[in-house]
């Protein structure tokens, strides 16, 4: 009789919601809220286009205008969270933009009703544990994410636990944002963490350190552009939230074999396995922790590493954290006594 191994338990910290509808997906949202859908989003096989990050970004803004419902809301975190639950997922940190929720129509306690909904269902139909990482758009500029901020304070909801931003790494610069991030530091327990070192070089990353001192960093590879800012993450134990095959899509790098992964974990620096945006790259979770030990030559145990040094850098609380160490260590437990 053969035996079903269970799936090696992985936890994501770095995707977006928008960033989860696939194509069949999009096309649902825009035909049910009668929004027209540019055939231009997509290549000849009809799945996204690929680019650079601006380009992407066009098409990521035009699928999270699809959104009219906080129910569509419902629809598309539930749907992930079950999808990533069956790929052996046992928490997920979502960036959620109110943004775009707020020029979809949707308020932002609406919104976090709507995200609320669709983590509890998940949960009772998976055991899957998810929060939220409220991300503010960087090209949006500083006073939106300062305004973003305000609103976070005032509206305090249990499933939030960080503030971050996206979007366009060439626009604006990290001093711009720096009141809107003290804000969040003075008032709330929020994690903070920014996209970095992706779009640009190491300069910005030295920038996000001397600005908005996070405590995780969206890619940050580009750090490997330095030696000493190497030395520096590994020293203040700052995680990068890796996501390989989004820098591959986005031209960050050109092959698997030119990504600096094993360049960042050989300096000590803490990384976790992650996707950014699955459909738009091709990708799915456990497509990318099959990526580090098929590309990056990494065993088994090594990703196990990757998924706890992910729990202990997740920005919930201690009791939940606990929980799944847990539950990751009696799959360790498996893995030994095999
Ligand atoms: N928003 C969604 N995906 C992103 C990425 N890879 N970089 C910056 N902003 C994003
Ligand atoms: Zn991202």
């Known amino acids: 009789m053969t035996q079903t191994l269970p799936l090696l338990p992985k936890v994501e910290l770095h995707v977006h919601l928008e960033g989860t509808i696939g194509v069949a997906t999009a096309r649902k949202l825009a035909v049910k809220n009668n929004l027209p859908f540019p055939e231009t989003i997509l290549n000849e096989n009809g799945h996204y286009k690929g680019g650079n990050l601006p380009d992407f970004l066009v098409s990521y803004d035009t699928v999270a205008g699809f ?30 933009a109110p943004d775009f929720a707020a020029d979809n129509g949707v308020s932002y306690v609406d919104f976090m009703d709507a995200l609320a909904l669709a983590i509890d269902k998940a949960r009772a139909e998976t055991g899957i544990e998810a929060r939220l990482n409220i991300a503010s758009l960087r090209h949006h500029g500083a006073q939106k994410t300062y305004e973003l901020a ?37 008032e709330t327990n929020l994690g903070i963490h920014v996209h970095a070192g992706e779009a640009c070089g190491a300069q910005s990353v030295w920038d996000a350190l001397d600005y908005i001192n996070p405590a995780r960093i969206g890619h940050g590879v580009r750090s490997v552009e330095d030696e000493r800012l190497m030395d520096e993450l590994a020293e203040r134990r700052i995680v990068l939230e890796i996501c390989p095959s989004s820098n591959i899509e986005l031209g960050v790098y050109p092959s698997y074999d030119a990504h600096p992964f094993n360049v960042l974990v050989d300096a000590g620096i803490p990384v976790t396995v992650n996707s950014d945006d699955p459909p738009f790259f091709h990708t799915t979770l456990a497509h990318e922790y099959k990526i580090v030990q098929d590309k990056f030559r990494r065993t088994q145990s090594d990703c196990l590493h990757y998924t706890k040094t992910a729990i202990r850098h997740a920005f919930c609380g201690d009791t939940l954290k606990e929980q799944l160490l847990k539950r990751v260590g009696e799959y360790a437990e498996t893995l030994q006594s095999e």
């Open 67 to 96: 959104i009219r419902q906080p129910s569509d809301y419902t629809d598309i975190l539930y749907a992930y969270l079950i999808d990533v639950a069956a790929q052996g997922c046992v928490y997920e940190e979502i960036m959620v």
């Open 150 to 186: 305000k609103t976070v304070i005032a509206n305090p909801h249990p499933y939030v636990v960080g503030f971050g931003n996206g979007g366009n790494e060439m626009m604006h610069h990290f001093r711009d944002f720096k009141l809107a991030f003290d804000l969040i530091r003075n």
